[in-house]
């Protein structure tokens, strides 16, 4: 079983930055790509961001293009989120999601969300 666990969440004020962590962990092979999503209260989950492990391609939201940076540690099987010039509207619970993971060569390929890391931007 792979478990996702996040760090980094908390209180911030308007234009301030955070970095959100993720670390993926048990048994993996490999993972086709990492990201982030969020879900704020009234609203259905929405996507953020995505890097995918080939290449580091990266994909991001309208909403958070320019503000967001997404990165990962291959090694260490960990995602990060940078969140600068953070507006009230990104105040949500993220989740971080791993896709396209296998725990063997030749196995399945799994999907994987953690519990989510509270984030608000408040003054």
């Known amino acids: 079983q792979v478990q996702l666990v996040e760090s980094g969440g908390g209180l911030v004020q308007p234009g301030g930055s955070l970095t959100l962590s993720c670390t993926a962990s048990?048994?993996?092979?490999?993972?086709?790509?990492m990201g982030w999503h969020r879900q704020a209260p009234g609203k259905q989950r929405e996507f953020v961001a995505t890097?995918?492990?080939?290449?580091?391609?990266?994909n991001y939201a309208d909403s958070v293009k320019g503000r967001f940076t997404i990165s990962r540690d291959h090694a260490k099987n960990t995602v990060h989120l940078k969140m600068n010039s953070l507006k009230p509207e990104d105040t949500a619970v993220y989740y971080c999601n791993a896709d396209g993971v296998r725990e063997y060569d030749g196995g399945a390929y799994e999907e994987y969300w953690g519990q989510g890391t509270q984030v608000t931007v408040s003054s």
């Open positions: 890097i995918i492990t080939w290449g580091d391609l990266t």
């Open positions: 048990g048994r993996i092979f490999s993972i086709n790509h």
